[in-house]
């Protein structure tokens, strides 16, 4: 696939930017910020190339049918490559002369290769149609050709065809068969590499040897045609179309000259000039793409398999990319990559399997679906199938509702029938005044998605959303429902705003506004979170008829946001009222907008339900013991604290296996995870908008937290997350407010809150008992906990101490006064580390390589846990993942042992258990 040094041809090829000076300075600045990459580069060009070509023999209707009906399908990545096993661009990336890596030709023996079980694979996990590599950039042919001797069956000591196989077995087992192809060629004689170095060769983006270009098109037209008359594939689907000397008119007449081979061939853009659907790589359209279009992705870091690529996306993940892709009108063609010895990673397997499992019973959700008539659905995605009395609406939910009741907003529709598909059972639907409400079971049937099948009257009639509060009464309002009035508004992506944010906001009579409704009249403060260098820039606020004037501070360029009070209005009646940010023609400069805000001042959210902590300390109690996970700065310094570092980059980890950690609690028996998201270091392992000393800025760049609240969602896992209260950047009230928000509030329900060093007033600078009042607010229902300091909370965290009775000030680690005084706690959480003592290296994080065998034995752990239990209380044990984010094998093996001792009820005397 693409790689970044095609990015400034690409750039070139893109008009639009060039064109505009202004729109190339906004873009160079998304790039700089992660907004753009290639992939979202490529989708452009894709919406732009995939013209229309002379549709002559097959309409364009029948010959899409079959694809727009399959949603899903799997690409296949295989070559020699696999034999060096690290990648598919091994021979640019490495500059392996031509003549070193025809050798890796000689070495390939798949004799591990069996076509029916991947097309089985392919089948049951829900996909419709197979793409397999039939040559990759780098010329080698996995098929049978006449053309060179370049090829799997020529040049490999198998001399076996797998494309003969995988075409025939398809047609057994029912999917449609289709072939990739690549136009550039690093080995073909034709094109030469892009440098004159024969030792250390360039060949991206190569060159076209002087007058041999109508050569190689014959070339191509000769393998072109074998593949379509050996092997009748349904789609071919170019690649390695950007090489200056492969120009559109090139593209446009090999479509017509395919066409006329096969007039129902389907033909990706990337042909160039022409093309039947968009491909964008690796990433999702916000809003999908105009006509027929399919992302591509991999499952890891790269699309050939490379034996030290485990940075594999969750099941979860992958899975939700199905949803999310069929809910904008696209098919989603993932990517499997298999060794040399022709077999499909485990991993990559397992993943599929699950995505099957979900597919059998929630397939017609994707399969001959159409885009959601929504612009946005809070809780997860829709797709919709029309019918000649109405339509279907299927509901696909992520984020299940905790009060049994799911809106849905916008829509006019009279509601025929709601099916919670998974157990074909009916549910009520009611009409209200800004949409539709169904009555839904307390527990979400999948974890991952669950699907309701809502069949409506007539053709799906959206209004605007009407934005309701959140349950503190404030109103958070983004791009997902912003309407955008002017010329140039548009989205652009940024990972730190999951609904991304509104740039080249250049157009001085342009505004963006959103509709919500008031629960009451009140005074509301307005703000915004904006982004622009340079003086400030007015801007007018309208709430209603009400309008403020306020301006655009500097924030010292477009990627650093900062949130700015904007005006107050008073809103005198309850109702639907409107919001809209206008910018000012007279010196009017851009700017970035990410999210507007409405709070309430002066009146209070409506008052929840009180919650039952004594009933919320019962069921914590009931998870028993867990999985303590300490993984931060000190995991790469070999100490146990680590301070004075700014530098996100100390944190060296570049991959993280979250699902590792989940699965090892689920078979060792454990309840919970209990998850370092902050330590005295200041670094944050989710992605807060407070700070940049954080992991989303680190090497590995993906919000940990996020991920661990995933697996644990995927394992039935409990989450509760650990807080260090004391910080390297000193005490900042306001900040750890808005951390402990951030993390009660987008993170889902947490079991409890475990604050670390509070002791000496190093609280942050907001008092316990302040602290717990704020975490209340945020989420009710979380239990939280001190290890030290003003005794406040409902949990007593026991900290290397003793297992005993509520109230005993002799078994706390560090909180002997307020056990014995502060009559507020319903259980202790005592925690220990799985490692021993030892001189040199950390203990609560990961210590040192030469460490790796030190362990605490599983006997002792269990007599800590029957300790703890034995009083009402709950144990944690705390683990270090290594550089890998991995957990060690000697903690899995330990950790899954005292979970077979509680499990079987071993009796263990206090003389059996090791020193």
């Not at 300091?789 to 002997?816: F, M, T, W």
């Amino acid at each position: 696939m693409p790689r970044t040094a095609a990015l400034t041809r690409t750039l070139r090829s893109i008009p639009l930017l060039a064109a505009n000076p202004k729109k190339q300075f906004l873009f160079n600045e998304s790039l700089k910020r992660g907004l753009f990459g290639l992939a979202a580069v490529l989708s452009i060009c894709s919406a732009w190339t995939a013209a229309g070509a002379d549709e002559s023999k097959a309409p364009p209707a029948e010959r899409m049918a079959w694809w727009r009906e399959a949603r899903f399908g799997m690409f296949i990545h295989w070559g020699i490559y696999s034999v060096p096993a690290r990648g598919e661009w091994y021979m640019n990336n490495s500059s392996i002369p031509r003549a070193d890596y025809e050798k890796y030709a000689q070495q390939f023996n798949p004799v591990k290769y069996d076509a029916k079980k991947w097309v089985s694979l392919a089948k049951e996990a829900g996909m419709k149609y197979l793409v397999i590599t039939s040559k990759h950039h780098d010329g080698f042919c996995m098929f049978n050709t006449k053309a060179t001797d370049y090829n799997v069956v020529s040049a490999t000591p198998w001399k076996h065809d797998p494309l003969q196989d995988l075409s025939e077995e398809c047609r057994q087992q029912g999917l449609r068969f289709c072939v990739y192809y690549s136009i550039m060629d690093w080995h073909h004689p034709d094109q030469l590499q892009a440098n004159d170095d024969p030792v250390k060769p360039v060949y991206n983006d190569n060159r076209m040897a002087p007058g041999r270009k109508e050569h190689y098109v014959q070339h191509m037209k000769t393998q072109l045609q074998e593949l379509i008359t050996q092997y009748q594939p349904a789609v071919i689907w170019f690649d390695g179309q950007w090489p200056g000397w492969w120009e559109n008119p090139d593209g446009s007449e090999l479509y017509q000259w395919l066409r006329k081979q096969d007039p129902n061939l389907i033909i990706s853009d990337r042909v160039k000039g022409g093309g039947d659907f968009g491909t964008p790589e690796q990433n999702v359209p916000a809003t999908g793409l105009p006509g027929d279009w399919e992302t591509c992705m991999t499952m890891s870091k790269t699309w050939g398999y490379d034996a030290a690529d485990k940075d594999y996306q969750p099941a979860r993940t992958l899975l939700r990319n199905v949803i999310d892709i069929a809910s904008k009108g696209g098919n989603y063609l993932l990517n499997v990559g298999p060794t040399a010895e022709g077999i499909i990673p485990e991993q990559q397997a397992e993943r599929l399997e699950m995505i099957g499992k979900w597919m059998q019973v929630n397939g017609e959700a994707i399969y001959g679906t159409t885009a959601s008539p929504f612009k946005h659905l809070a809780w997860g995605r829709c797709s919709k199938k029309l019918t000649a009395a109405g339509a279907i609406l299927y509901l696909m939910v992520f984020d299940w509702p905790t009060d049994g009741q799911l809106f849905v907003p916008g829509l006019r529709n009279k509601v025929g029938s709601a099916i919670l598909l998974s157990e074909n059972k009916n549910l009520d639907a009611n009409c209200g005044e800004d949409g539709i409400t169904i009555s839904v079971p307390s527990k979400a049937p999948d974890a991952n998605c669950s699907v309701i099948k809502l069949i409506v009257q007539g053709q799906p009639e959206v209004g605007p959303e009407v934005v309701r509060p959140w349950n503190d009464g404030t109103f958070v309002l983004d791009t997902a429902t912003a309407t955008f009035n002017g010329a140039g508004l548009r989205m652009y992506p940024d990972s730190r705003y999951p609904n991304g944010i509104v740039g080249d906001w250049w157009n001085g009579k342009a505004s963006v506004d959103w509709l919500v409704r008031i629960p009451k009249p009140g005074t509301y403060v307005v703000a915004a979170e904006v982004a622009r260098p340079g003086d400030p820039v007015p801007i007018v606020v309208a709430v209603g008829e009400q309008k403020l004037d306020a301006k655009v501070p500097n924030t010292g360029n477009f990627h650093t946001y900062q949130k700015t009070e904007l005006g107050t209005v008073t809103i005198a009646a309850a109702g639907v009222t409107s919001i809209r940010i206008c910018a000012v023609e007279q010196g009017w400069a851009p700017i970035n907008l990410a999210t507007v805000t409405l709070a309430a001042a002066g009146i209070s959210a409506p008052a929840a339900e009180p919650v039952d902590m004594k009933k919320r300390a019962e069921e914590l109690k009931s998870l028993k013991w867990g999985m303590f996970i300490c993984w931060s700065f000190s995991t790469f310094s070999g100490s146990e604290w680590t301070e004075g570092s700014n530098d996100v980059a100390f944190f060296k980890a570049t991959e993280v296996d979250t699902d590792q950690w989940a699965k090892t609690a689920k078979e060792a028996g454990m309840g919970y995870i209990l998850f370092l998201t902050k330590h005295v270091d200041g670094f944050c392992l989710w992605d807060t908008q407070t700070t940049e000393h954080k992991v989303t800025k680190a090497p590995l760049g993906k919000d940990v937290l996020k991920l661990v609240r995933e697996s644990c969602d995927k394992y039935g896992i409990k989450l509760a997350l650990y807080y260090c209260e004391a910080d390297i950047f000193g005490k900042r009230p306001e900040i750890k407010k808005a951390q402990l928000k951030e993390l009660l509030t987008r993170y889902g329900p947490l079991e409890f809150l475990w604050l670390d060093h509070g002791y000496n007033s190093n609280d942050g600078g907001l008092s316990h008992e302040e602290t717990t009042k704020w975490c209340h607010e945020c989420q009710p229902a979380t239990l939280v906990g001190y290890n030290s300091g003003q005794p406040s909370g409902e949990i007593s965290l026991r900290e290397c101490g003793k297992a005993g009775p509520l109230g005993d000030a002799g078994v706390a680690g560090y909180n002997h006064a307020n056990e014995s005084k502060f009559q507020g706690y319903l259980l202790a959480e005592f925690t220990y580390p799985i490692l021993p003592d030892h001189q040199g290296g950390a203990m609560w994080f990961y210590s040192l390589p030469k460490h790796d065998g030190l362990c605490h034995p599983a006997e002792k752990l269990y007599q800590d846990y029957l300790g703890a239990v034995k009083f009402g209380n709950i144990f944690s044990i705390d683990v270090g993942p290594d550089y890998r984010g991995r957990l060690r094998e000697i903690d899995v093996k330990t950790l899954c042992k005292v979970g077979e001792m509680i499990k079987s009820g071993t009796a263990v005397s206090p003389k059996e258990v090791p020193k």
